[in-house]
């Protein structure tokens, strides 16, 4: 037992610098996040909009009929392209062709009679994960008129070696012949092109846990991978790995939906987190993470979802096009393909002076919109964001406490009248968080001992 003390005591400093590592380091930066990011950092409510999945399984027989995964999708010209991974065979007798749908509204979806359209020669390697060359929005943006994809490939059962890989096309259909590797290790890029070349995030998939890479390349072939990872494993809901990041650049700031394994000891759930950036390589987790969530009432999609490609379409909001597995037993690695949608922040967050855009102004005014603080954590001077209750009204109405900061830094409160949120756990004096947005409707007026008093009301909308 001694031995096993001294032994213990003499790796301790090198196990705590690992564990610190795994959860802290390049993942959530300690400062606290620009106005410009907190505005992205506001409450996503994404809407499964469909009825049941885009693109299903393919029929017996056909490359498709047993797994498919990974969309990747292009709006050219009023036309949606979407594609994607399929596979037949086992979970460990398996090599992954590209497939095509086409569309013209972004969730109807039609396979291509040419399909696959993209494999290796050899019937070993597998396409995987390919990402198109995109703007900033996620639209494709051609090059000498040509689509430009890069993907990541292997050969299951063989090598655990995962490479990188580009192919260009003109029409989205005939590809050509995958380049030679370009990097190894890398799973899921994403690649954006700026003024000076190419950036690129993949999943380094060389050992557990895995973490998301940065890279940079003048043309998009040699590749200059930063030395520490910029996303890992930090935030209670993940577990063992970040996967399939999505980058886009909008308005300035770099965006990344992201898959992890949510709270699952055994693989058998995953969900997508989101996490902003001024420069691509720092980078703020959602707060609450994670964004979108399986669904036990969609069977097709009961358990993952994840591995997907995102749009800012013309009016401002967002889709999502992803793929999903059903129940254990897992036969299917990934089910279907399905899509959601999200309008984007709130518009009041880009009218606030608050330091945490997005948030409701305080005190607020008629028609105002936005968060409320999520900060529970008790102290002699009340924090920045923090709910108390002040009295329960009913099952979905209370009177609340909201603390904000003045201009000289002091705290000053606004009492609401909150509609909406479920109050049954709720007692007054409790401190609280309340998801969603929340939009002024005007004033509610109640008795008291002491007279008549007037609050805002706030009613939450898009829940």
């Not at 995987?128 to 494709?140: F, I, Q, W």
Request: glycine share 8%; net charge negative.
């Amino acid at each position: 037992m001694r031995v096993r003390l001294q032994l213990l005591k003499a790796f301790r400093p090198a196990l705590v610098a690992m564990f610190s590592t795994v959860f802290t380091a390049g993942s959530l930066p300690a400062d606290e996040p620009s106005p410009k990011v907190a505005h992205w950092l506001t409450p996503q409510a994404w809407t499964k909009d469909t009825d049941g999945p885009i693109v299903s399984l393919g029929q017996p027989g056909e490359f498709d009929d047993m797994h498919i995964f990974a969309p990747t999708v292009a709006l050219e010209d009023g036309d949606y392209s979407l594609w994607y991974c399929g596979s037949r065979g086992t979970r460990s007798n398996r090599v992954f062709r590209l497939g095509l749908a086409a569309g013209t509204d972004g969730v109807h979806f039609e396979k291509s009679a040419e399909n696959p359209v993209l494999q290796f020669d050899d019937g070993v390697h597998s396409v995987l994960t390919p990402s198109l060359l995109k703007d900033g929005d996620g639209n494709a943006l051609r090059e000498n008129n040509r689509l430009r994809m890069w993907l990541s490939s292997t050969a299951f059962g063989k090598t655990g070696l995962h490479t990188l890989h580009e192919t260009t096309s003109t029409d989205g259909t005939r590809w050509d012949k995958p380049s030679e590797p370009l990097l190894d290790h890398c799973y899921c890029p994403t690649v954006l092109k700026n003024d000076t070349g190419y950036q690129l995030w993949y999943v380094d998939v060389s050992r557990r846990p895995w973490v998301i890479r940065y890279a940079t390349s003048e043309d998009g072939r040699k590749w200059d991978v930063r030395e520490k990872p910029v996303l890992e494993i930090s935030q209670p809901w993940e577990a063992e790995i970040v996967v399939y990041p999505c980058v886009l650049k909008v308005d300035g700031t770099f965006l990344m939906w992201y898959g992890s394994y949510n709270h699952a000891v055994r693989r058998q759930t995953t969900a997508i987190g989101f996490a902003a950036s001024e420069d691509g390589i720092h980078w703020h987790k959602h707060p609450q993470n994670p964004v979108l969530l399986p669904d036990v009432n969609r069977l097709w999609e009961s358990n993952y979802v994840t591995s997907g490609s995102v749009m800012r379409l013309a009016d401002g909001s967002f889709r999502f096009w992803y793929a999903s597995r059903k129940a254990p037993p897992f036969e299917n690695l990934y089910f279907a393909i399905n899509t959601a949608r999200w309008g984007g922040p709130p518009a009041a967050a880009e009218k606030t002076d608050s330091p945490q855009q997005g948030r409701l102004p305080l005190p607020p005014q008629k028609d105002d919109l936005g968060s409320l603080g999520a900060t529970t954590a008790a102290s002699d001077k009340p924090a920045d964001g923090m709910l108390t209750v002040l009295e329960v009204i009913d099952a979905d109405e209370a009177i609340v406490r909201a603390w904000y900061l003045s201009a000289d830094g002091e705290p000053r409160f606004a009492d609401l009248w909150v509609q909406g949120p479920e109050t049954s756990g709720m007692t007054a004096g409790q401190a609280i968080t309340l998801a969603g947005q929340f939009r002024v409707t005007g004033n509610q007026s109640f008795g008291t001992t002491c007279g008549g008093r007037s609050v805002p009301r706030l009613e939450r909308v898009g829940q």
